[in-house]
């Protein structure tokens, strides 16, 4: 009984004596009791200590994977998993790397892609 009041205080205040910080599994933090530390805790959308992102969800190309940024699809350059250049015939749009439109090439969600903007042509939306 009195192992188990210990480990219940370690898992919600605990204090990781070797780094000298508090550990709080309510502030992104729980406690490794294996290795003695207070470790971030990914998925709980709090950016902690080792964390670059922390977007809750597994996705990896959505820029954050892993609480580690990460380019998206067709991204060749990003910074903190926001797109800075995409591959050829994408555009980048709002940090993203979106289909470029009137290419000629079927790409994503776009059904066809006939070149132009050109109305009642028999294509001229996108999606």
Request: a negative charge; glycine letters at 4%.
């Amino acid at each position: 009984m009195f192992k188990q009041q210990i480990l219940f205080r370690l898992r919600i205040n605990c204090f990781d004596y070797k780094n000298q910080q508090w550990c709080n599994q309510y502030h992104g933090y729980y406690y490794y009791i294996y290795l003695h530390e207070c470790v971030s805790i990914c998925g709980d959308r709090m950016i902690t200590q080792n964390e670059e992102c922390d977007d809750q969800n597994n996705f990896e190309n959505d820029g954050c994977f892993n609480c580690k940024c990460k380019c998206q699809k067709n991204s060749l350059i990003c910074q903190f998993g926001q797109c800075l250049e995409c591959e050829l015939a994408y555009k980048i749009q709002s940090f993203q790397c979106v289909p470029q439109c009137g290419n000629q090439l079927i790409q994503d969600n776009e059904i066809c892609d006939d070149d132009n903007n050109i109305n009642f042509d028999g294509y001229y939306f996108r999606f």
